[in-house]
């Protein structure tokens, strides 16, 4: 389901900074169950892949600031990506989930960066997420493959698990904690944006007017 990204909905509430994350791989890694698990401690093992983009907010409190947390869940399907990268210029930071038992979704890791790069600013915030580490019989990608990876990077890496909830406190803190710390050209970042979209708004508000 499309989710609305407008900045309105904010106002009212109770928090001092709000902050948007997105989770992006390829289809079967786990995005959804990340969520799911790190928002309401839940897990299932049926697979539903997820259509389209959708949202859910946690509050955590980081550093005595209390934080809206935005998270948003994209579809690793290959038709809905570009809808998703309509949503990266005002994403503050994006985690990169591929699957430790798929070697396919590893290696992928490296068109996910680049998809990010090529769209967003300098100072977008990516970690890296190697999921289902509990299931270690099934292991094709070592621990330090993943790590060396994310080093490449410089990006941080965290093997998780949406089963048993390993590394998803520690990792989405530490997102928030890298967006937090670059706050201020965060902010200016999203003033040009809603600039920027509010021109393209006008524009064609006077272009209908023009034809009728
Ligand atoms: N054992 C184990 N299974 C997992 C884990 N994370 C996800 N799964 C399973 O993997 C399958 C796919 O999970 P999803 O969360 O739907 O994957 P997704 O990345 O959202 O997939 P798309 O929506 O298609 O992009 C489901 O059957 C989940 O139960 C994990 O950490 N451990
Ligand atoms: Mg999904």
């Known amino acids: ?31 959804t169950s990340l969520l799911k ?24 409190s980081i550093n005595n600031k209390k934080i809206k947390l935005q998270i948003w869940d994209t579809a690793g399907q290959e038709r809905y990506h570009i809808l998703a990268k309509n949503y ?18 590893f290696d992928n890791v490296n068109n996910w960066v680049k998809q990010i790069t090529d769209i967003s600013p300098n100072y977008t915030k990516t970690i890296i997420f190697g999921n289902k580490c509990d299931l270690s019989s099934e292991r094709e990608i070592n621990s330090s493959d993943g790590k ?42 999203r003033k040009n944006t809603y600039i920027l979209r509010d021109r393209r708004h006008k524009n064609k508000t006077k272009k209908n007017e023009s034809c009728c």
Not at 3 to 8: A, G, K, P, Q, V
Not at 160 to 181: C, M, P, Q
Request: glycine share 6%.
């Open 37 to 60: 698990k790190y928002c309401q401690n839940e897990f299932s093992q049926s697979y539903v892949s997820t259509i389209g983009i959708d949202f859910q907010i946690k509050y955590i």
């Open 1 to 31: 389901m499309e989710s609305s990204i407008e900045d309105s909905d904010f106002i009212e509430e109770d928090y001092d900074e709000k902050i948007r994350v997105m989770l992006i791989g390829d289809s079967s890694v786990g995005k």
């Open 88 to 105: 990266f210029t005002s994403t503050d930071g994006f985690i990169i989930v591929y699957d430790i038992t798929n070697k396919m979704t």
């Open 148 to 189: 060396e990876l994310a080093e490449k990077y410089k990006f941080k890496f965290y093997e998780t698990s949406a089963k048993n909830g390993d590394n998803l406190n520690v990792g989405f803190e530490y997102i928030v904690k890298e967006v937090l710390r670059d706050m201020s050209s965060i902010k200016e970042r």
